[in-house]
């Protein structure tokens, strides 16, 4: 249920909310837990160019990076309020069940099955 918030985010952001959702509507409190915490932990790839990399200083950077931002200033949180986790195909699915990060935003292919574990965003590429 961890991905409830990246659905609550995702439809925020799409809609444009100009001021922080944390202050628009009332959250689940998982969002709110994490606004209270003043981080988000978000799980992304290394190695995928124009998505996620992270480049040899240890920065990442690529669209999904750019959506972690938008969406922890949507939740009025700064960029540097985010933790950005190395995730990989084996590894995504487990930080998010065990709670060690709030979302994954990396490729993920959205199957019938996942649905029944996690919920999912509208698919944004």
């Known amino acids: 249920m961890h991905f409830i918030l990246t659905i609550v985010l995702t439809a925020a952001l799409m809609l444009g909310i100009t001021a922080p959702i944390s202050q628009a509507m009332d959250l689940p409190q998982e969002v709110k837990n994490i606004v209270k915490r003043g981080q988000l932990r978000v ?7 124009g998505f996620s990399v992270q480049d040899l200083s240890g920065n990442f950077q690529g669209m999904e990076v750019d959506i972690a931002k938008k969406l922890a200033m949507r939740m009025g949180l700064k960029a540097n309020n985010i933790i950005y986790v190395p995730v ?34 509208t698919p944004y590429y």
């Open 43 to 49: 799980g992304v790839k290394t190695d995928v160019p």
């Open 88 to 121: 990989t195909a084996k590894t995504r699915g487990q930080l998010v069940d065990s709670g060690d990060i709030d979302m994954v935003i990396a490729t993920f292919t959205i199957t019938e099955e996942r649905k029944k574990t996690w919920n999912f965003s």
